[in-house]
């Protein structure tokens, strides 16, 4: 079984880099420094060691229907056997840019990004529901997306 390492509690300084780059992820080190009262180069080491430790990523985040996917969906998964397994067999599809394990109605929720409804379809049928251990799968399909931030900050 695999577990999140553990991390070195992140100190103010390094908690308000991230929060300037969730404002927003192009801005400059010279830039952060100053806010943060470091310089150029202290900030680029530390926003290097963020990112190579895995505590941030810095992402182009697109409109999934500016680039020509139309449909979104949140499938929730009932399933029998090793869940890990089966999280990363689900993980592992293009189409899927969400998975979670879950306690509740589902072990898994996993949401896909689909170029239309018979995409949609083709992954459900074809792909989702014929992964072993799958039993059952319940489809949330998006009609609007309302919100969407990723600057929720480190509180």
């Not at 577990?3 to 103010?12: C, E, K, Q, T, W």
């Not at 998964?77 to 397994?85: F, P, Q, S, V, Y």
């Not at 589902?106 to 992964?131: P, Q």
């Amino acid at each position: 079984m695999t577990r999140p390492a553990n991390h070195a509690p992140l100190d103010d300084v390094s908690k308000a880099i991230i929060e300037q780059l969730q404002e927003d992820g192009r801005r400059s080190y010279a830039s952060i420094g100053k806010a943060v009262g470091l310089s150029e180069a202290a900030v680029r080491q530390r926003v290097q060691r963020l990112t190579e430790t895995g505590v941030v990523q810095i992402v182009a985040v697109t409109d999934p229907l500016q680039v020509g996917f139309a449909r979104q969906a949140m499938i929730g998964l009932r399933a029998a056997g090793d869940l890990e397994r089966l999280a990363d067999a689900v993980a592992a599809l293009p189409e899927v840019d969400y998975v979670v394990i879950t306690a509740g109605g589902f072990d898994l929720l996993a949401e896909v990004v689909c170029e239309d409804d018979a995409h949609l379809l083709e992954i459900l049928n074809g792909k989702i529901r014929a992964l072993p251990g799958v039993q059952s799968t319940e489809t949330f399909v998006y009609l609007r997306l309302r919100k969407q931030l990723y600057n929720w900050g480190t509180r």
